[in-house]
């Protein structure tokens, strides 16, 4: 069901956007954990991961996602980082990096959300995929206005 876009008692982050029921941070481990585990298993992405998070430090980095996703979604403010510079440093993410990482994400979010939670995750992940995609390329020096937004696909 849809919910009004303003309804008494509805629960809204701190700049006033109405959080959708079921969304809460029991929601978002359940996403983190699921995500990161095919990510870490995909033939593709997985390399990246092991390369850069030794084993040991997993634990910090689900916990470091799970904040990012909570002050996306929910607006706890939890997560300080600033993730561009991390993702120029990590070198060699092209396009199909981001096609399967989006994909897996939509995989994940349509199988343990409902219809409503997982396009607010995949709204926010094509936003911040873009992004990276932006700066990217603007460090390779490319002319970043030919640059065609990726979309979430299912694969
Ligand atoms: C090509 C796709 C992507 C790959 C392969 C990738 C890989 C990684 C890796 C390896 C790290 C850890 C880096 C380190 O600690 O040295 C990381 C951190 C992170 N990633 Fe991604 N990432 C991708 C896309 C995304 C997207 C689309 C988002 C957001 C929607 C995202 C959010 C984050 C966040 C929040 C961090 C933590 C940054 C920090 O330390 O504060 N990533 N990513």
């Given at each position: 069901?849809?919910?009004?876009?303003?309804?008494?008692g509805?629960?809204?982050?701190?700049t006033?956007r109405?959080?959708?029921?079921g969304?809460?941070e029991?929601?978002?481990?359940?996403?983190v954990?699921?995500?990161?585990?095919?990510?870490?298993?995909?033939?593709?992405?997985g390399p990246v991961?092991?390369?850069?998070?030794?084993?040991?430090?997993?634990?910090?980095?689900?916990?470091?996602?799970?904040?990012?996703?909570?002050s996306?979604?929910?607006?706890?403010g939890?997560?300080?980082?600033?993730?561009m510079?991390?993702?120029?440093?990590?070198?060699?993410?092209?396009?199909?990096?981001?096609?399967r990482?989006?994909?897996?994400?939509?995989?994940?979010?349509?199988?343990?959300?409902?219809?409503?939670?997982?396009?607010?995750?995949?709204?926010?992940?094509?936003?911040?995929a873009n992004?990276?995609?932006?700066?990217?390329?603007?460090?390779r020096?490319?002319?970043?206005?030919?640059?065609?937004?990726?979309?979430a696909?299912?694969?």
């Amino acid at each position: 069901m849809v919910e009004p876009a303003f309804s008494i008692g509805a629960r809204l982050t701190r700049t006033g956007r109405r959080i959708p029921a079921g969304l809460d941070e029991a929601t978002i481990k359940a996403v983190v954990e699921d995500f990161y585990g095919k990510a870490r298993r995909d033939e593709l992405l997985g390399p990246v991961f092991r390369t850069a998070i030794p084993e040991a430090q997993w634990p910090q980095h689900l916990a470091t996602i799970g904040d990012f996703w909570s002050s996306m979604l929910l607006g706890t403010g939890r997560y300080h980082g600033r993730p561009m510079p991390v993702h120029l440093a990590l070198g060699g993410l092209d396009d199909a990096h981001f096609a399967r990482w989006l994909a897996l994400l939509r995989q994940t979010v349509e199988a343990i959300c409902t219809p409503e939670i997982a396009l607010l995750f995949i709204d926010r992940a094509e936003r911040v995929a873009n992004s990276f995609r932006l700066g990217m390329a603007a460090k390779r020096g490319e002319d970043s206005s030919a640059i065609v937004r990726m979309r979430a696909l299912s694969q």
